[in-house]
């Protein structure tokens, strides 16, 4: 049988003045001639390494580990920045950026030549953009994560990022103090690594496992354990394996693994962010899903991963627990299991020796930790197109729930009036937030977990219902609709809210409505004036004007589907 000859021989394998270009400049690195013959498949290791992104920031350390076993495999690995995305620094919102990164990761990737790519991903946007960029190429492609942080520790508790809302409540009520403030800073995020609860970066750890595109593991090994570094190293030799198997990214990622990793998410109670990445994903590779799919496939589905925010523990926990593949054990027969993986075997294969070794961690499928998890899709005249809430992370008291509407027009409006002692409010009130979506922030921010107003807090309020077209931190929790759609900036519903309407959520029955005649609603609609948006230049203007709304996962519409790998000019 003929071997294949490499993309990479393309550049590499040319004679005269091309090859010579290719090649010499390379060279200047210390690389001998014969890495360039065409025996050894050249890796691409797409890192989003960045001092500006925590998450990130062991980068350098985890892909000489990668390194080492491309090598070992008889691979040419050579290492490649891209746009790297830090949740926690970038402002308005990474999710703004995540576009642009897809689209430096699919061009960097089809323009150089490689012949399989490692993709390092980490915090939050960091993962989507990257799978993102890489499907519109379809290269064999492999997925490592940077892993979660160890479990912080402060004042005798184990503590992770779900607490900051904690403390931030706490802070208000002075019940911490500013030393304690700073004390538990340093106390939370103690290691290397992205957010200990199954927060939006965990998620997505978890979503490209349950896709087939990482190795077993990769979603719960904590980043300051020695075995994500021998993760990284099986990855590197599994890379180049893939290579000569010729295992592209669209044989893994069909519709039923999709499927899968609706329920995985929907067993971990994870984020509501994975509804916007794997959409856009899917619609990168060309696959159907819907908004009403992530409802469909979840609903069967309890919650078996007692981590925070659904539940009590952390990531580092489950991993200790026996992992995500003892999770997708527990609801096997849920998932179709005969998919292919990245590791060349099935999922069926991948779990089948999976133990579980805590109860009080993994739940089984008739007896999980929770009944109901997973996402609920609304739909109602407030929400035509959706909106989502995560009911793991709510107060079961208010999933059918019926209150007067307390609306902030945009997030400056919430914060001047948020804590005034006079703001008309009350325990059963609706907080409603406009103009936080994708085109009105813009970008679609993480602010939908409002902060209640002080003056509740005081009486020992915990939770109320809020509705936004914006986002929510995966770590975040509480009875909170999110991702309403169309968005209040292009005159969706939303934007016809007024202060003092009542708003009717009925999660059980998957219904938002604004209690208002039709005759109210054409009045309205008629008066509406949409914000005036202050950008006129660079990428900002190009989103605003090429951006798709939350159903549709937030991509740019000239950037559904793929382009495939071939170059069809040369450089010289």
């Not at 490499?6 to 010499?24: A, H, N, P, V």
């Amino acid at each position: 049988m003929t071997k294949k000859k490499l993309r990479s021989q393309e550049w590499y394998g040319r004679t005269g003045k091309d090859g010579f270009i290719y090649r010499s400049w390379m060279k200047n690195q210390g690389f001998p001639h014969h890495l360039f013959e065409g025996d050894k498949p050249v890796i691409g290791i797409c890192n989003t390494w960045s001092e500006l992104t925590p998450c990130n920031a062991h980068f350098r350390d985890l892909a000489q580990a990668l390194k080492r076993g491309i090598w070992e495999a008889g691979g040419f690995p050579l290492e490649f920045p891209v746009m790297s995305l830090g949740e926690c620094s970038i402002k308005p919102t990474a999710m703004l950026f995540r576009n642009l990164a897809s689209m430096d990761v699919e061009e960097s990737i089809r323009a150089n030549p490689m012949d399989g790519v490692i993709l390092m991903c980490g915090c939050d946007k960091t993962t989507p953009s990257l799978v993102m960029g890489a499907a519109s190429v379809d290269l064999p492609t492999l997925v490592i994560s940077g892993g979660p942080m160890l479990v912080g520790r402060f004042k005798g508790k184990k503590i992770g990022t779900s607490d900051v809302w904690r403390f931030a409540e706490d802070y208000k009520l002075g019940k911490l103090s500013q030393e304690e403030f700073i004390e538990a800073e340093a106390a939370m995020s103690r290691s290397v690594g992205h957010c200990a609860p199954m927060g939006t970066a965990s998620t997505m750890a978890a979503m490209v496992e349950a896709l087939g595109l990482a190795l077993p593991d990769n979603a719960t090994i904590p980043a300051a354990d020695s075995r994500r570094k021998v993760l990284a190293h099986m990855a590197g030799i599994r890379i180049v394996e893939m290579v000569n198997e010729d295992l592209k990214m669209s044989k893994v990622l069909t519709r039923k693994s999709f499927e899968n990793a609706i329920m995985v998410n929907a067993a971990l109670g994870g984020s509501t962010n994975f509804i916007l990445h794997l959409t856009a994903i899917a619609k990168r590779i060309g696959v159907e899903l819907e908004l009403t799919d992530f409802d469909h496939f979840s609903s069967k589905i309890p919650l078996i991963a007692n981590v925070q925010p659904s539940g009590e523990h952390w990531v580092e926990d489950l991993f200790y627990a026996g992992g995500l593949p003892a999770v997708m054990k527990e609801i096997e027969n849920q998932l179709h299991t005969e998919v292919i993986t990245v590791t060349g075997k099935s999922l069926n294969e991948n779990i089948q020796k999976a133990e579980c070794y805590d109860r009080n961690l993994i739940g089984t499928f008739d007896n999980p930790i929770k009944p109901d998890s997973g996402i609920a899709v609304l739909k109602g005249n407030l929400c035509p197109n959706g909106a989502v809430i995560k009911p793991s992370a709510a107060s079961p008291g208010l999933l059918k729930h019926i209150g007067k509407a307390v609306v902030f027009e945009d997030i400056d409006d919430f914060k001047a009036k948020i804590d005034d002692p006079n703001l008309d409010i009350e325990e059963s009130s609706v907080m409603v937030l406009k103009n936080v979506g994708p085109k009105g922030y813009p970008g679609m921010p993480e602010v939908g977990n409002m902060a209640l107003p002080k003056k509740l807090l005081e009486k020992g309020v915990k939770d109320m219902v809020r509705i936004s077209d914006g986002r929510m931190s995966g770590t975040g929790f509480g009875t909170v609709v999110l991702h309403v759609s169309p968005e209040s900036a292009i005159g969706g519903p939303l934007a016809l809210v007024q202060t003092g309407d009542q708003i009717e959520l009925d999660v059980p029955n998957r219904s938002l409505n604004l209690l208002i005649t039709e005759e109210e609603f054409e009045k309205r609609r008629a008066a509406f004036q949409p914000i005036k948006l202050p950008y006129e230049r660079g990428y900002v203007n190009l989103f605003l004007d090429k951006v798709n709304q939350a159903h549709e996962g937030v991509d740019f519409d000239f950037l559904q589907g793929s382009s495939g790998s071939e170059v069809k000019r040369d450089s010289h």
